[in-house]
């Protein structure tokens, strides 16, 4: 990102600043993409019978796991984007899960959603503080703050939920629900057109079908939070000055930018984020606070904005991946992985034919035997063992950034230490 040239740029609140350079993927192509993929999954459906990969069950379940990924990923995005590495997301979901129980089964959903919101905003302003403030070291203060939360929750939670119906030193009472929704007719319609089992059109209203069946309207938040981040941080002179925090504080500073102010705030929204993911675990996902129920989920949130090249519509896709990949420890775990490595094997050989033909027979070659191993795992076998259903998502975590690691480029002050006044 190239800093603003004079103050006068900085201050004009009618600034549309661009969207970041680089080699992206235009809409058509990823839409081309996108279909290309589900393509090969509705054949891989085809000749293992394995239905469930794509049916709207199996969707809906996803999109219920993606978006906690998706929010703290959004957290992480909002942090980086003005330099402050966010490893502490983890913590601030687990504020955001206690707290948002704890208002939310005394009075009300909605309150506990807010609650929670702000449970995760005292972890941001912790880290906030730390770091911009006394300029501790990001990595260390996000560990500080994820073994701080875990050790506030368990010493609450006992004086907090015990006494109360169905409250105990590591569960919450109950929270009511926040209310579902599904669209009439259509739903119906796509669970009817999924279940007839053709190619493509079958998968694609699988996928469809849900996004409009029992979702809930947390999800849509959401939902909206994505394209309304991207607005926000590349189409307002607001997110022109917290990204200049994040790529040339110095420069920033020089044009009148109060570098402090903005890092405070981005880091501060970032915790609501995590958060507000954190509430959908406690009040969504499941309607009470359950001790070690954010299970990570922190962590692979930062991996899906990192997937995501730190753009809000990667993030999306990323968070959307590691949610339907984890979805399948609930439904038809076995035969559905033991489909996918199928699908792992003729993704793998047509990234092998595609180095082939920029030249780079070395990375090929490797890519292809790795395929050729991960088609005789499914060709010789029945099903998985459960330990690899349940290790898949972290797998591919790890796959995902291992291949999208070369074009990656985070912002060029993520992380670095700043002192108002340096540039002088």
């Known amino acids: 990102m190239t800093a603003p040239t004079s103050a006068t740029d900085v201050n004009q609140p009618t600034l549309q600043p661009a969207a970041p350079t680089g080699r992206r993927l235009s809409w058509p192509v990823l839409l081309l993409v996108i279909a290309g993929a589900l393509a090969l999954t509705s054949i ?4 293992t019978g394995a239905d ?12 219920q796991l993606a ?3 998706g929010l703290a990923g959004l957290g992480g995005l909002w942090a980086e984007r003005a330099g402050v590495v966010n490893i502490g997301l983890e913590g601030m979901m687990i504020l955001g899960t206690w707290f948002g129980a704890w ?5 009300g959903p909605w309150t506990g959603v807010v609650v929670g919101i702000i449970g995760g905003c005292i972890g941001g302003v912790l880290h906030a503080i730390a770091t911009v403030t006394f300029r501790v070291n990001h990595i260390v203060s996000g560990v500080a703050i994820n073994i701080l939360a875990l050790g506030i929750t368990r010493y609450l ?15 919450s009472p109950a929270v009511d629900s926040l209310g579902h929704f599904t669209v009439p007719g259509l739903s119906d319609g796509l669970r009817d057109l999924n279940n007839q089992g053709w190619f493509f059109i079958s998968d694609i209203a699988g996928l469809l079908g849900g996004l409009v069946t029992n979702v809930s309207w947390l999800t ?12 926000i941080l590349w189409r307002t002179a607001f997110g022109l000055r917290l990204r200049s925090c994040g790529e040339n504080p110095i420069a920033a500073e020089s044009l009148g930018v109060n570098v402090y102010k903005y890092k405070y705030i981005a880091v501060i929204i970032s915790g609501g984020l995590a958060g507000l993911g954190g509430v959908f675990l406690s009040i969504v996902a499941n309607p009470f606070y359950l001790e070690g129920q954010v299970s990570g989920r922190g962590y692979i949130g930062l991996a899906a904005m990192i997937f995501g090249n730190w753009m809000p519509g990667g993030l999306a896709l990323g968070a959307g991946l590691f949610g339907y990949t984890d979805s399948l ?18 993704l793998l050989i047509i990234g092998a034919i595609w180095l082939v033909i920029r030249k780079k027979y ?14 005789t795992w499914y060709a010789t076998t029945n099903e998985v063992p459960n330990q690899v259903v349940s290790a898949t998502p972290y797998v591919v975590t790890l796959v995902v950034l291992t291949l999208s690691a070369q074009r990656l480029r985070m912002p060029k002050a993520d992380g670095l230490p700043y002192k108002k006044g340096q540039g002088k």
């Open 44 to 47: 891989v459906r085809l000749i």
């Open 52 to 63: 469930g990969i794509t049916n709207v069950s199996q969707m809906s379940t996803a999109l």
């Open 67 to 69: 978006v906690p990924i």
């Open 103 to 107: 208002a939310g089964f005394q009075w």
């Open 157 to 171: 939670a006992p004086l907090a939920f015990e006494g109360h119906a169905g409250g105990s030193a590591k569960q």
């Open 220 to 231: 849509l938040i959401a939902i909206a939070l994505i394209p309304g981040t991207w607005w």
């Open 329 to 346: 420890n609930l439904r038809g775990g076995s035969t559905n992985v033991h489909a996918l490595l199928l699908l792992g094997a003729l």
């Open 362 to 375: 070395a990375p090929s070659m490797i890519t292809a035997v790795i395929g050729a191993l991960v088609y």
